[in-house]
């Protein structure tokens, strides 16, 4: 796995759908300014406290489903491509899917922080010097790294590049419409349990709050990848 690790590391540099995920997850974060009120500064701490944990929510929010996709994305485009035909001709197949695996974690939680720097600057800029707490970087590298896990299982599964593009968001926006219905089972679904796993209150979007997020998320990222795992090594990847 070392070799097909480096291969991906060294191509870092030149990886354009990284970066492009980078800026876009920064922007969409800066554009939360837009939802300040303006002299937010100048308010009570009280009141800055209770707009900081309005922002928490969507600020991880956007990075999950940005991270899910770049992995799911980033994956389906190099097999479109033919990038993972020619990587496991040089190298065996479980190295190449583990180095994968590696990168997109990685790259999900760079990801994480560009959309955690974004929200810091959105509120420095809109709040007159007001920032949310400087632990949303850590809660959203966090998050980027495990949601873009599974948006790369999902990527492995699918295949397809344009399905994944729906898939992958889907797999994790199905809780949403749910939470009405059934908050309970909802609350056990992937995105809820990304939330609770960085600390977010799942309890703001219609879910249950008293669920064990962190054993739960690892669950379904062991099954995504193990399923990902026997897809990839029983199939053609051309």
């Not at 695996?101 to 600057?121: E, F, M």
């Not at 959105?122 to 599974?150: E, K, M, Q």
């Not at 054993?215 to 062991?222: E, K, Q, R, S, T």
């Amino acid at each position: 796995m070392t070799a097909a690790l480096r291969s991906r590391v060294a191509a870092l540099p030149t990886d354009l759908v990284l970066a492009g995920f980078v800026v876009a997850c920064f922007v969409l974060a800066a554009s939360i300014a837009l939802s300040i009120p303006e002299g937010l500064g100048n308010a009570p701490d009280a009141v800055k406290e209770t707009f900081r944990a309005t922002l928490v929510t969507p600020a991880v929010l956007m990075t999950i489903l940005v991270s899910a996709l770049y992995a799911g994305f980033d994956y389906t485009l190099a097999l479109r491509r033919g990038v993972v035909v020619r990587e496991t001709t040089a190298q065996r197949r479980g190295a190449v899917l583990a180095a994968r695996a590696l990168l997109a974690g990685g790259g999900g939680a760079v990801v994480g922080l560009a959309c955690g720097a974004g929200t810091l600057v959105a509120g420095g800029v809109a709040g007159a010097g007001w920032t949310p707490a400087p632990s949303l970087l850590g809660s959203a590298a966090v998050a980027g790294a495990l949601a873009a896990s599974w948006g790369f299982a999902i990527g492995v599964i699918v295949r397809h590049h344009l399905v994944a593009l729906f898939v992958v968001p889907a797999s994790l926006g199905v809780a949403v419409p749910f939470a009405s219905l059934v908050p309970g089972a909802a609350s056990i679904l992937p995105l809820p349990t990304l939330l609770g796993a960085v600390g977010v209150d799942a309890g703001t979007l219609g879910f249950a709050a008293d669920i064990a997020a962190v054993p739960l998320v690892a669950g379904w990222i062991i099954l995504g990848l193990g399923v990902a795992v026997v897809r990839f090594v029983s199939r053609d990847v051309t």
